[in-house]
């Protein structure tokens, strides 16, 4: 990788996130009415909507008000949760390490199992192991989260009694959401691995490298899937960014004290600085991921070249 593209790279990821910052902060702002009355209800008073107007700033001009937000910013202040009473930052980062483990799991699940799938549907193409895969794929795609954590909690923690229903605390705990979220994500990533495998399959260096007499096992593992792994690379990184933030549904039917269901508590309390501050850790997530993604692509394929 070199040097000019790490450069412009960051430069446009400092630019993005630039614009995520000016989205973020008109959250606030599309708020119909007065926003520090929206936040404390109807049941607040002159004096404390008035007090919380001047603590947030929004009696000040709109510029002045952007311009303050992104000098907090920059000095790693969010805000202060309206609920909590503490910065918003740590309220995140109580949340944070919940996420993370349940998406580390999930995607650990994904990998093991989507990858696999994909590649043994493209080697069976046209036959009864590749329907059935593609056909438990797109279903896994098309079953809603809350239906088949429903159906997990009423099986596994109401029937069988081998694992809790919901909460936090153990390994018994993470078994229901991180399956839950591992289903859903599993298809894609079986159908775009089946995609790009056959796509590599009919090329000529893999009929070479058989011709040649090596294992099958060989040609599929170092010729085909490390080449068929780019694109994947990219719908990976992705799916692991949507896996940390993007688990509201699954989080709120387990009760699992993440990021997703935070933010659901936050916007029925209107607690907008919490939502402001996860929308803005989560944009930038994304950004460095994709970085990440950007990185990983030479070291797959000798063939890919910054510019």
Known sequence: MTTDYVLRRAAQSA?????VTIV???ILQLVPGDPATVMLGGQATLNEIELLRKQMGLD??????YLR??????HGDLG??????IPVLDYIGQRLPASLALAS?????VLVVGIPAGVLASVKSGTVVDHVVMTMAILGQAVPAFWLGLLMIILFAVRLRVLPPFGFGSSAHLVMPALTLALLQTGLVARVTRSEMLGVLSQDYIRTARAKGLLETRVIAKHALRNALIPLITVLGIQFGTLVGGAVVTETVFGW???GSLVVNAVYQRDYPVVQGVVLLLAAAFVMINFVVDSLYAALDPRVVYV
């Open 69 to 74: 937000y992104l000098a907090g910013i920059l």
């Open 257 to 259: 004290p993440g990021i």
């Open 60 to 65: 000040r001009p709109l510029v002045e008000q």
């Open 24 to 26: 973020v902060f008109l």
């Open 15 to 19: 630019i993005l996130l630039f614009l």
């Open 80 to 85: 202060l949760s309206i609920r909590a009473g």
């Open 105 to 109: 799991v999930a995607f650990a699940l």
